[in-house]
């Protein structure tokens, strides 16, 4: 089975489709750094046959990668992309955002839609995209996908929650879902079930799973932490701690064992800020917080017993969210980020900090893409079989 990636990132949705036994063709992405991340990763060390365009996905020749790859129009079995989503983000306010030059790139997909007429696309963005404000964008891209022969399956573009397929972290996404009509049939079954629960036997993973265990003082305070912060009998607080599932230490030698550098004065504020903490609790109240009742999460330490907050772009910043370590007084690393986005710890990054955490956070979780593909590919194959 067959499939090209789209603004492909450092290649979480391509690790993916590798892992779901998915060959992988192409992938573009217009980051150089996140272009090499992936032409390391996929081709040289896992010898993926995919051809890597490190180029601006508006000036890419489709029939030149069509000609170069053999692909013939109707060939291919999935197309697969994230196109950028800054300007359907939640953190714009109002209405901007709404005539943001980068939302076009949604349109853009679906010129490769058209010139490969693949069997099945999928499209990953935010919930944004959802919202009124971008509704022509959204409209446009439906339109198009009825009038060139494609089924929305579902009959809508879905939200789904990375933390019910395997990924240690509450992070909402929307995903657009097609069939070229041909290959439509009635009894599909989208999205695929949730293969991890709020309780049961395959209860959702912890923020813990990222991070190496503790030793017995810290598990102590954590446990009064619990009775304190969130009203748990010492039953309950000794249950949730014994119930915990930890990651390996990080190794000493892993480039991305790295984690910012604070001042002296920051340094100081995290080690005031107690287990479980935020920003209310570190005894320092910025001018613009004291007003303020909103973005509680900044400068807050990660909850281990529950999923870590969503990774994003500035995923190694504390001043951009929950991303304060949570018992060491800085914040956490690059690889613990990786780890709350389900990517294994021999996969590297290329670039400076900045970049890297950019990368890891406008991924696709490894887990939940490949959960979706191994779904697709499971109908595509089923098609195969009914038409024998």
Known sequence: ??????????????????????DVLAAIEFDQNAAETYQENLVDRLKAKTQVFAEDITKVDINSIMRYQGIKKGQLDLL??????????????????????????????????EHLKPKAFLVENVPGLLWPRHEKYLNDFLNLAEEHGYTIV????????????????????????????????EDIDWPPPPTHHRSGDSPWLTASSAFEKPNSKILDTFKQRLEEKFGHS???????????EWGEKLEAQDLCNLSMTHS??????????????????????????????????????????IQANTITAGCNNPSKGRFVHPWLNHGITLRHAARLQTFPDDYTFT???????????????????????SKIKNILEKNYEHSY
Do not use: W
Request: charged share 25%; aromatic share 8%.
């Open 264 to 305: 002296e004065t920051l340094t100081k504020v995290f080690a005031n800020t107690p287990l479980l903490g935020g920003r209310d609790e570190s005894g320092r109240e910025l001018d613009c917080h004291k007003n303020y009742k909103g973005h509680k999460d900044v400068y807050g330490r990660i909850y281990p017993h």
């Open 80 to 113: 697969l992309g994230g196109p950028p989503c800054q300007g359907f983000s939640s953190h714009r306010i109002k209405d901007s955002g709404k005539d943001d030059p980068r939302n076009a790139l949604l349109i853009r997909y679906f010129d490769f839609v």
């Open 154 to 185: 579902a009959n809508e573009p879905l939200i789904l929650n990375a933390r019910d397929y395997g990924v240690p972290q509450n992070r909402r996404r929307a995903f657009i879902f097609a069939l070229r009509n041909d290959v439509m049939r």
């Open 234 to 244: 010492s039953e309950e607080s000794t249950k949730i701690i014994e119930s915990l």
């Open 1 to 22: 089975m067959t499939a090209i990636d789209l603004f492909s990132g450092a290649g979480g949705f391509s690790l993916a489709a590798y892992n779901a036994g998915v």
């Open 351 to 373: 670039g400076g900090s900045m970049s890297v955490a950019k990368q890891i956070g406008n991924a696709v979780p490894v887990k939940l893409g490949e959960t979706l593909i």
